[in-house]
């Protein structure tokens, strides 16, 4: 299976605080997914990312949620100010394809964001 | 939106059983339903996947079975090992996935 890596694997914040999550996906991929998972529920959707630009969000994604592309292999989510109920497993995603719909997306391990 | 309800929530089973879980999904231009297994503390991993020009698909002792018509999707895992037990998780997908809130499979000795 493709590999996807994230770090760090657990993060520990004051609320109000900004963090930074960070992914590597699948070689020379452009698209690519954030989701997060509270304890206990569902994974939900965060948002799509295709070629430095944000390609579909959630409404969970608000403006204290932002997305980059800092360098050729690296994507982060940055959280500006955490608040206790953002506390949750995010994962990146990546596609194997060309991010279609029908794309296999494989998971990173996550990062468990703790809020404090 | 999409939305992906998957029952039942907890599954137990004697080793050697068999397994299904089932999913209902609303949006019916979803094309792809993949399915996860999550152990504790881990991303998910997809185990299967079928598109919606198939009706089924099977992989050793997993199978997978979709209905378009009636918009639902099965997971079905025959001869069940200790090592099964996990969460499972079905997911419908039009560009994004939308996962249904999972299964935690229990498979006993």
């Known amino acids: 299976e493709p590999e996807v890596t994230q770090t760090p694997s657990h993060q520990v914040t004051q609320m109000g605080q900004e963090v930074i999550l960070r992914c590597v996906p699948i070689?020379?991929?452009?698209?690519f997914y954030w989701y997060r998972q509270i304890l206990g529920q569902k994974v939900e959707f965060l948002v799509s990312?295709?070629?430095?630009?944000?390609?579909?969000k959630s409404e969970i994604f608000d403006d204290q949620f932002s997305v980059e592309r800092p360098d050729g292999s690296n994507f982060t989510l940055k959280i500006r100010s955490t608040k206790l109920e953002d506390s949750a497993m995010y994962f990146c995603a990546s596609p194997v394809g060309g991010g279609t719909s029908t794309d296999t997306q494989y998971f990173g391990p996550g990062t468990r964001l703790t809020v404090l | 939106g999409e939305n992906v309800e998957q029952h039942p929530s907890t599954l137990s089973v004697q080793e050697g059983d068999s397994a299904v879980i089932k999913c209902t999904y609303s949006d019916s231009a979803s094309n792809y339903f993949p399915w996860y297994k999550q152990e504790l503390g881990k991303g998910p991993q997809l185990i299967i996947d079928i598109r919606s020009n198939v009706g089924e698909k099977k992989d050793q002792r997993i199978a997978v079975t979709l209905n378009k018509t009636a918009k639902h999707f099965s997971l079905h895992i025959t001869e069940t090992q200790p090592e099964d037990s996990a969460v499972y998780f079905c997911a419908a997908s039009w560009r994004k996935l939308t996962f249904g809130t999972g299964t935690q499979l229990k498979v006993e000795l």
């Open positions: 070689s020379n991929h452009l698209y």
């Open positions: 990312f295709y070629n430095n630009e944000i390609s579909e």
